[in-house]
């Protein structure tokens, strides 16, 4: 296998505008959009903890990008928690915008929803706001390869940020789909960088076990369409292939042996299946429900 070339490539975080566009191509030929939200309307009120008289219902949300998933979060949760305070933090400017314009889109429906907005990230968060507000749910979706430290993170939420009964929600890749496998092929070769870790929901797991915090755990069945990698729309293939590896412009600045080894394993069936003519690579999800006790 080729071990050469990952000096000079950088890491797709780097490029916050390209990663953007990136996730776009990847939410619009993914259905993960799709199957976490038929998830969240029909169990997320299953298990949150009633409405406690007139107090407001309280959600932290960690990296919740443009807010599709928080929206649909609010709107499943509202038919038992008339009043709801949702705290929102959010890093990147341009996804905490569309959020913002999301929500005025939704501003009827959202009357009793009170918002904070906290353009940082989850380390300066957890530094800067006071451990006495606790979150009745908090939910991070998608989000925790982003943190320095994923181990930290879990256990700053569950044991300083969650109330007693109170519900953590953790969606992330299952190690069971393509990428899990792609990540242990070929994640030391890629540009390693703070900014982005290669853990699925093995890890995730051993954290909470380590701790000896119970947690429930589902498996979504998922899938991205990734025909442009190999034909079709070669831009768009391209934006595909930098989200897969998270490589700023994987095809210019990757050794040309590690581009060929990289898509002939996307075709194994570690990592997709055919489907007439489209290449479906496996992104099947995880989510863990942790109850504070
Ligand atoms: C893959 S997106 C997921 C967005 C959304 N939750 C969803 O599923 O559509 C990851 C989000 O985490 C945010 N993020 C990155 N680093 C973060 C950090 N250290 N703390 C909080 N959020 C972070 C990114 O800006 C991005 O919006």
């Known amino acids: 296998m080729s071990d050469s070339g990952s000096k000079q490539m950088r890491n797709l975080y780097t490029n916050p505008d390209r990663y953007m566009k990136t996730f776009q191509e990847f939410l619009r030929l993914s259905n993960e959009h799709q199957v976490m939200s038929e998830w969240i309307t029909a169990r997320i009120t299953t298990f949150v903890p009633a409405a406690q008289n007139d107090k407001s219902f309280s959600i932290l949300g960690i990296g919740s990008g443009s807010g599709e ?8 949760l509202m038919k038992q928690h008339p009043k709801i ?6 890093p990147n400017h341009q996804q905490m915008d569309k959020y913002r314009s999301l929500v005025e889109r939704h ?11 906290n353009e940082q990230t989850m380390e300066n968060y957890a530094h800067s706001s006071s451990k006495q507000t606790r979150f009745d749910l908090i939910h991070v979706i998608q ?7 994923p181990e930290a993170t879990i256990l700053e939420l569950y044991q300083n940020r969650l109330k007693v009964g109170g519900v953590l929600v953790i969606i992330h890749v299952s190690d069971d789909g393509g990428w899990d496998k792609l990540w242990q092929k070929f994640g030391k070769l890629l540009p390693q960088s703070d900014q982005c870790n290669y853990i699925t929901g093995r890890a995730i797991q051993q954290i909470l076990e380590k701790h000896k915090i119970r947690y429930e755990n589902r498996q979504l069945p998922s899938y991205f369409n990734i025909t442009d990698c190999f034909h079709g729309n070669q831009e768009i ?3 595909l292939l930098d989200f897969i590896t998270e490589v700023d412009n994987f095809v210019s600045e990757a050794p040309e042996d590690l581009q060929k080894e990289v898509l002939n394993y ?4 570690d990592c997709s299946c055919k489907e007439d003519d489209k290449i479906i690579f496996k992104n099947d999800l995880q989510v863990f429900i942790i109850t504070r006790e």
Do not use: A, Q
Request: glycine share 2%; with cysteine.
């Open 69 to 76: 998933m928080d929206l649909n979060i609010l709107t499943s």
């Open 85 to 90: 305070h949702n705290c929102v933090i959010e």
């Open 107 to 117: 501003r009827e429906i959202l009357k009793n929803v009170n918002f904070d907005w």
């Open 143 to 149: 989000m925790l390869y982003y943190v320095d430290d």
């Open 237 to 239: 293939g391209n934006l």
């Open 266 to 269: 996307l075709l194994s069936e």
